[in-house]
């Protein structure tokens, strides 16, 4: 991984999230559903004639998933990466508030309903709105599939994503993931109608561990229809560590046959990929 001249990767990299985020205006409800809240129509399983490289032919709305140039996820390769310390801290202000947690058949999701805070990403600030589980990872790196993803979701207030992402391994339990257990099995229960979704009272998502102030930046999508391009991904380098119990929780809570909803890697396509690492008495870390 190369240090690139600190100005001109400056420069290319807002550059380029200029060009991705132009014309993606999108509301806040929007946001929240910006994802198909249907999953219905698409599938992981290859050979059904819905799996992940049938997606761009199923509904005209989701073409960017079979042509986009910008898709996710990615593997995160170290040979592509470039260590760029003037990215910044990641800067989060997040604060407990209302939240629900729903099931929507090919994942678990859990969306706050007051103000749960924002992150600061170079100055901009994209609200929370909410998180969702993807097992197993759907990032890689270095070729290497984790057991466990979790996506949380912010919006800008110029109609912008940016989406966190940490990964985790089999060991000790998430403490986020301890605390919504009995729930997620609540709204997983089958044959049980109306517990698609459940009240959780005040949820802090602070709770919510990073464990490392190094990340990877890169220009992506949604990794569900429609594949939206134009998000803001970071992606926590530290592996955290997560339960065999609260990875089966989440898998048994969701609709048959998605109880692996990862989409394959997408190509990078000549993107850059940006390795945050904080500087070190002075110098690169």
């Known amino acids: 991984m190369g240090v690139p001249s600190i100005r001109s990767s400056f420069f290319v990299f807002f550059a380029l999230v200029f060009v991705a985020l132009h014309g993606l205006l999108v509301t806040p409800s929007a946001a929240s559903e910006s994802e198909v809240a249907d999953e ?7 050979g059904t004639g819905k799996g992940p490289k049938e997606w761009g032919r199923i509904d005209p709305r989701w073409r960017e998933c079979g042509t986009g140039k910008l898709q996710s996820p990615i593997d995160l390769l170290d040979e592509r990466v470039q260590v760029f310390p003037n990215l910044g801290k990641l800067k ?3 604060k407990p508030a ?3 947690v729903r099931n929507r058949g090919h994942d678990i999701t859990v969306m706050w309903k007051g103000d749960a805070g924002k992150i600061n990403i170079n100055g901009t600030y994209y609200k929370l709105l ?13 070729g290497s599939r984790y057991d466990l993803e979790l996506h949380v979701i912010h919006l800008s207030s110029h109609g912008e994503i940016a989406v966190i992402g940490i990964v985790y391994t089999y060991g000790r339990p998430d403490p986020f993931l301890t605390k919504l257990l009995e729930h997620i099995r609540a709204v997983g229960k089958k044959g049980v109608v109306g517990k698609k979704e459940r009240d959780l009272g005040i949820i802090n998502p602070g709770i919510i561990k990073f464990g490392s102030r190094k990340y990877f930046r890169y220009i992506g999508s949604l990794t569900v229809p429609p594949c939206t391009e134009g998000i803001v991904w970071t992606i926590v380098r530290k592996v955290r560590t997560v339960s065999r119990e ?3 929780a989440l898998r048994e809570a969701v609709h048959d046959g998605y109880e692996s909803n990862a989409r394959p890697t997408q190509q990078l396509d000549g993107r850059a990929v940006w390795l945050y690492t904080p500087r070190v008495d002075g110098g690169a870390a």
């Open 40 to 46: 219905t129509p698409f599938t992981y399983i290859e």
């Open 92 to 94: 989060r202000d997040y």
């Open 98 to 100: 209302p939240a629900t």
């Open 130 to 142: 909410q998180c969702h589980w993807h097992s197993p990872s759907e990032h890689t790196f270095n």
């Open 246 to 248: 609260q990875v089966r």
